[in-house]
Antibody, heavy 123, light 107 residues
Framework: EVQLVESGGGLVQPGGSLRLSCAASGFTFSSYEMNWVRQAPGKGLEWVSYISSSGSTIYYADSVKGRFTISRDNAKNSLYLQMNSLRAEDTAVYYC????????????????WGQGTLVTVSS | DIQMTQSPSSLSASVGDRVTITCRAS??????LNWYQQKPGKAPKLLIY???SLQSGVPSRFSGSGSGTDFTLTISSLQPEDFATYYC?????????FGPGTKVDIK
């Protein structure tokens, strides 16, 4: 069964740091691009970051660029999000999601998603 | 960045109703449009990819159409388990963006 399990969320003070992890199983992790998506309480979905299968290509949303760092360890089947200089507006459930592609095309989507981990930034 | 809008933001419908949700992109995204369903406290679930392709395991009452800037998600006969929030997402740009969501609740 394809599965993604996030961990590392919690309560942190403004300006603090937190590292999220996403453990992958049931598929060849090193072959897939991965993403982080967040959802503030009662709000919609916001894409946060993307990393290619090798880790050589990375993108960030403007809202987190310069503060968050995405990385992966293909030997450990794990995805990470290092979050620094956290702000109240970073409070959200953070999901990891695998990128999927239609064979022979460049159409892509997010599937599956993990269950999410809650990050709360508050003093 | 590509902006996504959805309409309506919410709707009330009855079991058996035909429901249509619209998504619009701020620029042409060809068919790089996905639809997700999210229930309270749960992760989003992929329903439709590439504008009109049904994800494996998703009931055939869900369908998607459109290309360019205008897209629709249609539920042909609303079932009790379909009450949820629906999001569109563009994957034309790697700076992926989601629509604000459409909440479908019970009339």
């Amino acid at each position: 069964e394809v599965q993604l399990v996030e961990s590392g969320g919690g309560l942190v003070q403004p300006g603090g740091s937190l590292r999220l992890s996403c453990a992958a199983s049931g598929f060849t992790f090193s072959s897939y691009e991965m993403n982080w998506v967040r959802q503030a309480p009662g709000k919609g979905l916001e894409w946060v970051s993307y990393i290619s299968s090798s880790g050589s290509t990375i993108y960030y949303a403007d809202s987190v660029k310069g503060r968050f760092t995405i990385s992966r360890d293909n030997a450990k089947n794990s995805l990470y999000l290092q979050m620094n200089s956290l702000r109240a507006e970073d409070t959200a459930v953070y999901y990891c999601a695998r990128s999927g592609y239609s064979y022979g095309t460049t159409y892509n989507w997010f599937d599956p998603w993990g269950q999410g981990t809650l990050v709360t930034v508050s003093s | 960045d590509i902006q996504m809008t959805q309409s309506p933001s919410s709707l009330s419908a009855s079991v058996g109703d035909r429901v249509t949700i619209t998504c619009r992109a701020s620029q042409s995204i060809s068919s790089y449009l996905n639809w997700y369903q999210q229930k309270p406290g749960k992760a989003p679930k992929l329903l439709i990819y590439a504008a009109s392709s049904l994800q494996s395991g998703v009931p055939s009452r869900f369908s998607g159409s459109g290309s360019g800037t205008d897209f629709t998600l249609t539920i042909s006969s609303l079932q009790p388990e379909d009450f949820a929030t629906y999001y569109c997402q563009q994957s034309y740009s790697t700076f992926f963006t989601f629509g604000p969501g459409t909440k479908v609740d019970i009339k």
